[in-house]
T-cell receptor
């Protein structure tokens, strides 16, 4: 079975704190893709990053960074120096090359950044 | 218009009404999707259209009827809905290769549907 688990339902931090959102996935496939999306209160899912299973290099984009570890089947997302505008629901998602187009989403983590 | 657009953004309907949700993508993609997002539940894939052909119907009740007249437009026709169908309906598009390479799905802003 293929599954994505985001164990943290809600996280609350104070502005400028660093925060890590966890994502664990399950699959027996060797070729797959992992994603993170942000859903602000407006409702639209905003694409943040995509990684394929053969690229374990960590990535940094401004205050955002992602840690992909195949050994633990994890794809964690860290926001450095959080800001109020980062408040949103964040979704981790997975798709296997054998199941093209069928994104599997985690339950989502609601992040609240307080001023 | 850019990206993926959806209309209407909000819809309130009675159980006996018939309405349609519209999605349009301006990204030149060949695959489009309908998702349902209910409170406290993960996003659920409803339908997939690839090269205008429906390739997935994820056990969705027949009161939801999709239509994809071309690769840029996707509709979801609604009739005799139930209150539990109230949710955010999201449309997405991507560029899928016939060889199975999967691309990123880009989402619209969604239609917030309330069934009375």
């Amino acid at each position: 079975a293929q599954k994505v688990t985001q164990a943290q339902t809600e996280i609350s931090v104070v502005e400028k704190e660093d925060v890590t959102l966890d994502c664990v996935y399950e699959t027996r496939d060797t070729t797959y893709y992992l994603f993170w999306y942000k859903q602000p209160p407006s409702g639209e899912l905003v694409f943040l990053i995509r990684r394929n299973s053969f690229d374990e290099q960590n990535e940094i984009s401004g205050r955002y960074s992602w840690n992909f570890q195949k050994s633990t089947s994890s794809f964690n997302f860290t926001i450095t120096a959080s800001q109020v505008v980062d408040s949103a629901v964040y979704f981790c998602a997975f798709v296997s090359s054998s199941n093209t187009g069928k994104l599997i989403f985690g339950q989502g983590t609601t992040l609240q950044v307080k001023p | 218009e850019t990206g993926v657009t959806q209309t209407p953004r909000h819809l309130v309907m009675g159980m006996t009404n018939k309405k349609s949700l519209k999605c349009e993508q301006h990204l030149g993609h060949n695959a489009m999707y309908w998702y349902k997002q209910s409170a406290k539940k993960p996003l659920e894939l409803m339908f997939v259209y690839n090269f205008k052909e429906q390739t997935e119907n994820n056990s969705v009740p027949s009161r939801f009827s999709p239509e994809c007249p071309n690769s840029s437009h996707l509709f979801l026709h609604l009739h005799t809905l139930q209150p539990e169908d109230s949710a955010l309906y999201l449309c997405a598009s991507s560029q899928e290769g016939r060889s199975g390479v999967t691309d990123t799905q880009y989402f619209g802003p969604g239609t917030r549907l309330t069934v009375l």
